[in-house]
């Protein structure tokens, strides 16, 4: 048993031990199917605080000979696959930090040098009749064991992209390059791997580390195809947590959800588990990071990126090409490239049927928030944002003036002249003058009603805040009047069966002087 050669499971036996644990062991029984294959090369890349380091610890407490975790598995959901025996702690395994292995390098030119030094010490240790005197790398100490016993190995570079986000075109990067080509190009090498798993938030680089590379089988956050699942905590499993917490399910998925992928709804599981357990709807995950990832990449203003990120501000999604991104610090180029790097670190939703990326949830849209009131381009976004809690407070107040007036202010500012009088163009325009009201509602464009379909409906998410539910009917060139009368004849209130309480409907109609009217009654369900 080593630390990086054959450890053992306490990893793993700490992440069992915590209040909240969600199995996610079936992703053994999928990478299963991938040992002695030619595909046995699998990269895995998600955002941060997704689990990534969790899964590799559940795996090496699966794989590795240094334990017995017979026990540990035996109640969890991989005991019942039909692979689950095969390769229970039966396979050597070399376990690797990447990022920790930098952070605590002291002289970091020398950092692969100081680990290679210390994982060929545990091959001397645990395989002491092979003789490792010629070996110079990992790569050689592996080709030894499996020329003199014929056993493999599966290997894990947890954070393999560390080194490429800090140091991509140094001297250490070049080094990088040549460590990775000597553990997964070489053709002698291969058979002695059962399993290459390696992690990171980029996926593989498609510059000059694509020789060393290119033999993975990507699974990123823009497809991960059947390990979707995985990717992060399901609605299936998020349910039963707000259950058990007693923690309202509706909040929790405004809150948290919105990586959709392969028909499962990703809920951000590091969020998610600090929700259960402090019973509040904070920003967790913006905590262990900054918005300046997202203005560091605005302020180049790319053509094109302004306007789409104040659609998606809108609530709206915005095309995107994810295939031109080299997945690297530096080769940014287009605003594809910029939207394609924030989806990759969490910060956008991609959608891989309509090739679209947007927000994905509101935790991630405070810090978009933050980012435009950072950012002086995006002053204006930043004045209606902060000035939406007051309007919502006169709307409640019925004060049709002040609304005309906002949208006076909102309407010409998310769109352009000659996509102005676009159909979805006053409704984004009312989504970003209300999007205080996103603390407090769920928002729904074009709801199916009992006649039709609503313009826009805010339904009060917190039952016991006394909220009334707001219906938007959206005109141009006709009359506020119209717009309440078609809101009472299509029965549009019959949309909001499990709410029970006040309704405010709202009529608003611009004309071709690009002036707002709008009118505001009460309903009482």
């Known amino acids: ?47 941060r605080r997704f689990g990534k380091t969790i899964a590799t610890n559940m795996l090496c407490a699966y794989y590795s000979k240094g334990c017995d975790s017979r026990e540990m598995f035996s109640k969890l959901k991989i005991s019942k696959a039909k692979n689950y025996e095969q390769y229970l702690n039966k396979l050597n395994f070399i376990s690797i930090d990447v990022a920790s292995e930098y952070q605590n390098a002291k002289n970091k030119d020398s950092m692969l040098d100081k680990l290679t030094e210390k994982v060929k010490k545990e091959f001397v240790q645990q395989f002491p009749k092979a003789d490792f005197s010629l070996c ?83 699974y990123t956050i823009l497809d991960a195809l059947q390990l979707a699942e995985f990717v992060g905590f399901t609605e299936k499993e998020v349910k039963p947590l707000c259950k058990k917490y007693k923690v309202d399910f509706t909040r929790c998925k405004s809150e948290y959800d919105g990586y959709t992928q392969n028909g499962y709804e990703i809920y951000n599981p590091e969020s998610v588990v600090m929700c259960m357990e402090t019973k509040k709807f904070g920003n967790f995950w913006g905590r262990t990071s900054t918005y300046a990832v997202i203005t560091d990449r605005l ?48 910060y956008l939703a991609y ?55 906002a949208l006076n202010d909102s309407h010409i500012h998310v769109t352009s002249n000659r996509n102005y009088n676009n159909e979805n163009a006053l409704a984004s325009a009312v989504y970003i003058a209300y999007v205080h009201a996103l603390n407090y509602y769920n928002c729904f464009k074009e709801l199916t009603t009992g006649k039709g379909f609503a313009d826009l409906v805010y339904v009060p998410i917190n039952k016991e805040v006394e909220h009334p539910a707001l219906i938007f009917e959206l005109k141009h060139n006709q009359s506020t009047g119209n717009a309440l009368q078609q809101i009472k004849n299509k029965q549009y209130f019959e949309a909001l069966d499990n709410y029970k309480g006040n309704i405010l409907f709202v009529a608003i109609n611009y004309d071709d002087e690009k002036m707002h009217q709008c009118e505001i009654t009460e309903w009482v369900k």
């Open 299 to 346: 302020k180049h203003n790319y053509k094109g990126v302004k306007e789409d990120v104040i659609k998606m501000i809108a609530g709206e999604e915005v095309k995107v090409n994810v295939t031109s991104y080299m997945n690297t610090m530096t080769d940014f180029i287009t605003k594809d490239d910029v939207f394609t790097y924030l989806i990759h670190l969490g």
């Open 136 to 218: 110079e790398s990992i790569a050689d100490c592996m080709l030894e064991v499996y020329a003199a016993t014929n056993e493999t190995f599966v290997i894990i570079l947890d954070e393999y992209d560390c080194l490429v986000r800090n140091n991509f075109g140094s001297q250490l990067f070049a080094q990088y390059l040549e460590f990775l080509n000597g553990l997964f190009k070489s053709n002698t090498l291969r058979p002695a791997i059962s399993l290459a798993y390696i992690t990171g938030i980029l996926p593989v680089i498609r510059d000059r580390v694509q020789s060393k590379l290119n033999n993975f089988r990507e």
């Open 1 to 47: 048993m080593g630390i990086y050669l054959n450890p053992n499971n306490e990893g793993f036996k700490r992440t069992l031990a915590a209040d909240i644990y969600v199995d996610k062991t079936m992703l053994i029984s999928e990478l299963n199917k991938f040992i002695d294959k030619g595909n046995q090369y699998i990269c895995v890349s998600r955002p």
């Open 351 to 405: 959608d891989n049927v309509k090739c679209t990326c947007r927000i994905p949830n509101f935790e991630v849209r405070k810090e978009w928030y933050n980012a435009m009131a950072a950012m002086p381009d995006y002053e204006k976004t930043d004045e209606i944002i902060k000035a939406s809690e007051e309007l919502l407070e006169q709307t409640f107040l019925k004060n049709a003036d002040a609304v005309a007036k």
